[in-house]
Nanobody
Framework: QVHLVESGGGLVQPGGSLRLSCAAS????????MSWYRQAPGKERELVTS???AGGNPTTGRFTISGDNAKKTVYLQMNSLKPEDTAVYYC?????????????WGQGTQVTVSS
């Protein structure tokens, strides 16, 4: 059974940094596409960045995604945070089930950027 558990959210001042973690279990981590999404109040969920064991495009502006295959954990390092980064951040795993890709989600972690 796939489980994704996010942690590391909280309240941070503008200009600050946070590192989110997503602990994964129940699937082959190194064969997955791992992503971070976020959803701000009143807005649709949006992709922040993605990561695979083959690399890809881990850095999107101020945010960097990385993974630790041994710990089955993916991280999102967020720097120079702005109030508009306030959102619930979700970890996503996209897995191939032999016929199609299936998305799995964590419960989300709240990030609030405010002075």
């Amino acid at each position: 059974q796939v489980h994704l558990v996010e942690s590391g959210g909280g309240l941070v001042q503008p200009g600050g940094s946070l590192r989110l973690s997503c602990a994964a279990s129940g699937f082959t981590f190194s064969r997955s596409v791992m992503s971070w999404y976020r959803q701000a109040p009143g807005k649709e969920r949006e992709l922040v960045t993605s990561f695979t064991s083959a690399g890809g495009n881990p850095t999107t502006g101020r945010f960097t995604i990385s993974g630790d295959n041994a710990k089955k954990t993916v991280y999102l390092q967020m720097n120079s945070l702005k109030p508009e980064d306030t959102a619930v951040y979700y970890c996503n795993a996209r897995l191939w089930n032999g016929a199609r890709y299936v998305d799995y989600w964590g419960q989300g972690t709240q990030v609030t950027v405010s002075s």
